[in-house]
């Protein structure tokens, strides 16, 4: 009909970021069904009839709006949801992202004051929500549990807020968090918001030197941990670790004068920990004697609100820095769609608060909506594989958001710990943090989802602030593998060698054009690595640091890091960061490190070892090489494989050359490429004939 005609005509105006949707309509109106047909997974129509954004039209709409009218877009969202003690100033945003325009500036919603934690708690008591369950604390161990309402959680914070503020903590200064996953870490998130502070949350799995970099670099005032936590059937003593960091930091000149230890008693009791004098002090003796109101610090819009650090491709962590509003408005937005949120939803992730995913998406994004979240401390398979369904049947989970590589690792345990439970309460699910293979996530959604519900596989980043290529579940149809469209207001450009931008199918690196909300502002005290890493190799663009191909039908599919860091399990480690660990051992020559395929973690770390002259090959040393990258990184980046390296392949000017130590990695040996531009390539021979040592 003509009126489909216009309605296709006016979707081939979409921006190219928005990739070919006129042929993903083609399909759902049943026409020239792509070839990949049967790799279509739709939503039910009755799933589809109930969601917040329930048709390609509706998406395209809203998309088209937000990206050619940002200002407006985002300002309305701003307006109807959330609380500003005062308006911006004119502009909703400002951006340059040209190094030759000058330096790289993000702005948004400037001017305007607001407090993140009162819109993600005061607010919701307002709306009349005060008495639902924020936060439902599982413990390690089966039968200990926990919640607080969202009036009882808003109390908790004050009185920690109150704490911080008499020991002197003020708007700007930072907050270093070493918590496990217990009610106390959103809680001390959110107590340094309202007061202005900036929380630093470093994972609870660092080690004590990562832990102490950390700590030299954003010179907290104070250093919030527990004594201990229980993972599994494992008791880790955290407080001996923050020890152990403040030892180091105060040699490297940064002296933290406080220690507030809160004391997680399932795990271990205080007596059993050292504390000193003057500088530790329990939570349980101090913070509840504090009261439960607390005024509001209202900050500016751009005003800092966390410092998260990541992995790069050299050897020192970035300090990516949040601010206030645009975060704030995006990581709610995204959530809101990105799960098809409602008011009745359970929601659970399970990430760790000590990553971006538990910053965006267990702390704000799901309190700004007022949702009801699972704050999880123990391990996903104890005291067996069947524990997530236990909990999702437990809580009737509705929204249940994981990564990859424990939907494998559950895969090879088979599927009678996951049909042994209902599961009946489940209609969203998601996946983050790396690419979930085809059949991963096929298993994920006819085993676990039982056929029924969407998956949401979010491609974003801790730079990103929030969701950036995104399905909406109710939207479109799936590709088992695809993260599918672009979220509102996200530009995605796949550039070639050189930067150009590439029209439809195509494969490269994927940048995104334009500023959006969440994204980061700086990297902490260091404005010109940000500039460098992330928007002078393509100019005018925000540069990933992951591939990406886009579909026929306009579908984008991101095929990992093309960069020096590695993906393990989700968790992004610098190869550069566990060379410089291996060689910190003083029988380690030098080391260079690869990813590999990992049948569970998604990549492995492959080590390859050149010893210092005379010093024998052995199994001791090779256990002493993997201890020492626990005790410097943390026990999630030790590597999976050491190889003895007599010599590593080098170019003549001495460059490392990675890919052929990937293909070895991978035993890809018949396609190690031209290896004539080495200075010594009976290198290469050798290291093959150690391969199997
Ligand atoms: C990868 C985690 C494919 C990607 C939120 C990115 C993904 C890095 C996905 C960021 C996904 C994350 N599909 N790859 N759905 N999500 N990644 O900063 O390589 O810990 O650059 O943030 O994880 O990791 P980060």
């Not at 009839?49 to 937000?66: D, F, G, H, N």
């Amino acid at each position: 009909s003509s009126d489909h005609l216009r309605h296709m005509d006016s979707m081939s105006q979409l921006p190219s970021g928005a990739g070919n949707i006129s042929s993903l309509n083609a399909v759902i109106l049943g026409e020239s069904l792509a070839s990949e047909e049967h790799d279509l997974v739709f939503p039910s129509p009755h799933f589809s009839s109930q969601a917040l954004i329930s048709s390609p039209q509706q998406y395209q709409e809203m998309y088209k709006r937000s990206v050619e009218d940002p200002a407006g877009f985002w300002s309305d969202i701003a307006t109807s949801e959330f609380f500003w003690k005062d308006k911006w100033a004119h502009e909703v945003y400002t951006e340059n992202l040209d190094v030759s325009k000058g330096p790289i500036k993000i702005e948004w919603f400037k001017g305007a004051t607001t407090n993140i934690c009162y819109n993600a708690l005061d607010r919701i008591i307002e709306s009349g929500s005060g008495d639902k369950v924020a936060i439902y604390w599982e413990g390690n161990e089966l039968g200990q549990d926990g919640k607080l309402t969202y009036s009882e959680l808003l109390n908790k914070v004050c009185q920690l807020s109150n704490y911080l503020k008499h020991v002197g903590v003020k708007k700007g200064d930072a907050v270093v968090i070493y918590l496990p996953m217990l009610m106390e870490l959103p809680i001390t998130m959110l107590a340094c918001a309202r007061i202005g502070a900036v929380h630093s949350v470093v994972f609870a799995g660092f080690s004590a030197e990562s832990l102490a970099q950390r700590i030299v670099d954003c010179k907290p005032r104070v250093v919030i941990t527990c004594n201990a936590v229980r993972r599994g059937s494992k008791a880790i003593h955290l407080k001996e670790i923050v020890d152990n960091a403040l030892v180091e930091s105060a040699k490297n000149g940064v002296s933290v004068g406080l220690c507030l230890t809160c004391e997680n008693q399932s795990a271990m009791k205080r007596e059993a920990t050292k504390c000193q004098d003057g500088r530790d002090i329990w939570w349980q003796d101090v913070v509840p004697q504090y009261p439960t109101e607390c005024e509001v610090e209202w900050v500016d819009s751009e005003d800092p609100l966390f410092l998260l650090y990541t992995s790069g491709s050299t050897g020192k962590p970035k300090g990516v820095l949040h601010t206030t509003g645009g975060y704030m408005v995006y990581s709610a937005t995204t959530f809101k769609y990105a799960f098809d949120y409602k008011p009745s939803d359970i929601y659970w992730c399970t990430a760790d608060c000590g990553w971006i995913t538990g910053h965006s998406y267990v702390t704000y994004g799901p309190l700004l909506n007022g949702a009801s979240v699972i704050v999880f401390e123990g391990a996903p398979n104890y005291p067996n594989s069947g524990r997530c369904w236990d909990i999702v049947d437990k809580y009737k989970v509705t929204i249940f958001y994981t990564a990859p590589t424990l939907v494998r690792s559950l895969m090879r345990d088979g599927n009678e710990y996951v049909t042994r439970y209902s599961r009946k309460s489940l209609r969203v699910l998601g996946s983050v943090g790396e690419p979930i293979n085809p059949s991963a996530w096929k298993w994920f959604y006819n085993v676990v989802g039982d056929s029924r519900c969407p998956i949401s596989d979010t491609w974003w980043q801790t730079e990103t602030g929030g969701f950036m290529i995104t399905p909406l579940p109710g939207a479109w149809p799936q590709k088992p593998g695809s993260a599918t469209f672009p979220f509102f207001g996200v530009q995605p450009v796949i550039v070639d060698e050189k930067g150009n931008g590439i029209e439809g199918e195509c494969s490269g690196y994927l940048c995104i054009k334009n500023s959006w909300p969440g994204a980061f502002r700086t990297l902490y005290g260091d404005h010109e690595r940000y500039e460098t890493t992330y928007f002078k190799p393509f100019t005018g663009y925000y540069f990933s640091g992951d591939g990406c191909s886009r579909d026929k039908d306009g579908y984008y599919w991101l095929t990992g890091r093309v960069d020096d860091v590695i993906n393990v399990s989700g968790h992004r480690i610098g190869t550069a960061e566990v060379e410089s660990a291996l060689v910190s051992h003083p029988q380690c020559a030098e080391a260079a490190v690869v990813g590999f395929e990992h049948e569970v973690k998604g990549q492995g770390i492959y080590a390859f070892v050149t010893l210092v002259d005379g010093i024998p090959y052995s199994e001791e040393l090779r256990k002493n090489l993997i201890l020492t990258v626990r005790n410097q990184i943390g026990a999630f980046a030790a590597p999976d494989k050491i190889h003895w390296a007599p010599g590593l392949p080098k170019t003549r000017s001495g460059k490392i050359m990675r890919r052929i130590l990937r293909k070895i990695a991978s035993r890809q040996l018949d396609e190690l490429g031209d290896i004539s531009t080495l200075a010594d390539p009976s290198v290469v021979e050798q290291l093959i004939a150690l391969s199997d040592s």
